[in-house]
């Protein structure tokens, strides 16, 4: 059993920059790829990019292309999702989510066994 929580969103203008923390605890060993997700209001969850246990990289929204990285912070079991330029439209309620399996799957929330409780990141003027 995975926890994962969440850290970093709030409120920031149109161009800004937020970065996003997710903790993983519990029986971390099996542990293998992170996601992000997110969830406008009134939008089903999509998926923003993931990351395997081997650190590659699998962007799942076109729109963050360029300005969202996803990357392993230094403190142990920590995966960071730095978002810059940020738009209104990136307005959601993030998710961190994760799998056993170590490669990133398709972009579904199906696809993760556990999940963050979110953490709201709000882009307006």
């Known amino acids: 059993q995975l926890q994962l929580v969440e850290s970093g969103g709030g409120l920031v203008q149109p161009g800004g920059s937020l970065k996003l923390s997710c903790v993983v605890s519990?029986?971390?060993?099996?542990?293998?790829?992170i996601g992000w997700f997110r969830q406008a209001p009134g939008k089903e969850r999509e998926g923003v990019l993931c990351?395997?246990?081997?650190?590659?990289?699998?962007n799942y929204a076109d729109s963050v292309k360029g300005r969202f990285t996803i990357s392993r912070g230094n403190a142990e079991n920590t995966v960071l999702l730095q978002m810059n330029s940020l738009k209104p439209e990136d307005t959601a309620v993030y998710y961190c989510?994760?799998?056993?399996?170590?490669?990133?799957?398709?972009?579904?929330?199906?696809?993760?066994?556990?999940w963050g409780q979110g953490t709201h990141v709000t882009v307006s003027s």
């Open positions: 989510t994760g799998r056993g399996a170590s490669s990133c799957p398709p972009p579904y929330p199906r696809e993760y066994d556990y």
């Open positions: 990351i395997s246990s081997s650190n590659g990289i699998t």
């Open positions: 519990g029986f971390t060993l099996n542990y293998g790829a």
